[in-house]
């Protein structure tokens, strides 16, 4: 089985494939005039506007959802990894992949909004959606629905549980079973509220675990303040093969870096999309900025914090593609959580291997919450016009099952079953975004326009020649009418 596992990654995640999703961000970047620059100020600003409504969630809580997806285990074990096979230099690549993927996040989420419909009372999109009405194709929009519905609650989930467990097993001594059994029965009461409940949850859970992730990181930077200018350079000069130590390993710097980076920052994965088209907005640019900023807050920020953690205290291992060990500072530990607990206890004694339990615990939680709805939305595109009640309690139990697994099966196994899940979305969503980036661009040319005019935009597809925005010409208007 992981011998089998292993080859499909082999593929899926071959050099070319690296190289082919840098570019694909390097080329949203320049058609939309490096918008991760020039909207900053914008994207903080459009976070904290607009209400939730009886269909839809406001853009913060649509931004909380897919950063409870975004912000997971892969912040910590994923963050390990990176270092442990692509040295510290991996950490510069998971930068510049979040920098020019916030584009990409920007065109696949503002896609989402604009091919967006109700359905059921509430408002439902992602790349199924938008590839059966904006190209047309609606077989590739069944195969990406299931894609996905196989990645999101079958191979996906196991990753999460796996290091919640792992976390609790080393810290607490509370055997994966146990702590397997409170997951998902917690899971279990959130899920089952729908989507209200789950962006509450998000709402509450994300904000608390960020903040407190990154505030612990500081404390640790500046009771090593001195460390900085060297841990910095030595970041740039790995990434570019400019290191004695490190100079061998660029191409898995390069390899592990981004593979990592889509893992965690999820842009251009097609899992954003989701979150993205139930937001309450007047025009698709104004969620699709939104989302662009959480590709900076998981790997800018949070993703950075766990390396500079690591990186400041030398508390890693980091292993030549011969099997050699060029650092090998903690020996016997496997690349994951054991990294950033080591990290902390070398700093705060004893303090380590609870903190990290508790992180990952709420990380890795707040990210299975976003793959039931990722989930829950492509069934509900698969069966549409159908009664869903038993496709959707079926679904709930299929996951809460992978997630149970996932606790008790090793770690190897989980992160390779995670990677050919997520690989294989990744291949579908970029041939269909680089297919249909038109609309999304016409859609921000024709936002900057409105906001140069002192408007608060509004979206009118007719008017830019958009076809198949169904929702925005009938149900928007409507809905705008009944408000009034």
Request: glycine content about 10%.
């Amino acid at each position: 089985m992981e011998e089998f596992v292993t080859g499909l990654n082999g593929i899926l995640w071959s050099t070319p494939v690296i190289y082919i999703l840098l570019g694909v961000g390097l080329l949203f970047s320049i058609l939309t005039r490096f918008l991760q620059v020039r909207h900053i100020k914008e994207m903080v600003r459009l976070m904290f506007q607009g209400k939730s409504s009886e269909a839809g969630v406001s853009s913060f809580q649509a931004l909380a959802i897919a950063l409870s997806g975004r912000v997971g285990t892969g912040n910590i074990a994923g963050v390990a990894t990176a270092i442990a096979f692509g040295g510290p230099g991996a950490v510069f690549w998971m930068w510049a992949i979040a920098f020019i993927g916030a584009s990409s996040a920007f065109i696949e989420s503002t896609l989402a909004q604009i091919y967006k419909v109700k359905q059921d009372g509430q408002y439902r999109g992602g790349p199924a959606y938008f590839i059966e009405k904006g190209i047309g194709w609606k077989w590739f929009a069944v195969l990406f629905a299931f894609a996905a519905l196989i990645a999101m609650a079958i191979l996906m989930p196991g990753v999460q549980s796996n290091s919640i467990a792992l976390g609790m097993e080393n810290a607490f001594g509370i055997p994966k079973a146990v702590t397997g059994l409170v997951v998902i029965l917690l899971l279990a009461f959130i899920i089952f509220g729908g989507v209200k409940r789950i962006a509450t949850a998000a709402q509450m859970i994300v904000p608390f675990m960020a903040l407190g992730y990154i505030a612990l990181s500081l404390i640790i930077i500046i009771m090593n303040i001195t460390e900085l200018p060297g841990v910095i350079s030595l970041i740039f000069r790995s990434a570019f093969a400019l290191d004695s130590a490190f100079g061998g390993l660029i191409g898995m710097a390069i390899s592990w870096g981004v593979k990592r980076g889509i893992y965690s920052n999820e842009a251009g994965q097609g899992t954003g999309p989701h979150m993205a088209a139930a937001a309450e907005v007047s025009h698709p640019v104004k969620q699709g900025l939104v989302q662009a900023f959480s590709v900076y807050i998981d790997t800018l920020f949070v993703c950075s914090a766990t390396a500079f953690m690591i990186l400041f205290t030398g508390m890693y291992n980091t292993q030549a593609p011969d099997g050699s060990f060029i650092v090998n500072k903690l020996e016997g530990v496997e690349a994951g959580p054991g990294y950033t607990q080591a990290a902390i206890n070398d700093v705060i004694p004893g303090f380590g291997a609870a903190f990290v339990a508790i992180a990952l615990f709420f990380f890795a939680f707040t990210t299975i919450m976003a793959y039931y709805y990722i989930a829950e939305t492509n069934v509900a595109y698969l069966i549409r016009g159908k009664s869903n009640k038993i496709p959707m309690f079926i679904l709930k139990f299929v996951l809460l099952a992978a997630t149970f697994y996932g606790t008790v099966k090793t770690a190897g196994l989980a992160w390779a079953l995670g990677d050919v899940g997520l690989g294989i979305m990744v291949w579908l969503n970029v041939i269909a975004i680089l297919i249909l980036a038109k609309p999304a661009l016409l859609a921000l040319k024709d936002y900057e326009q409105q906001k140069k005019q002192g408007k608060d935009p509004v979206f009118d597809p007719k008017a830019l020649g958009i076809k198949n925005a169904d929702f925005w010409e009938t149900d928007y208007k409507k809905d705008q009418d009944q408000a009034s």
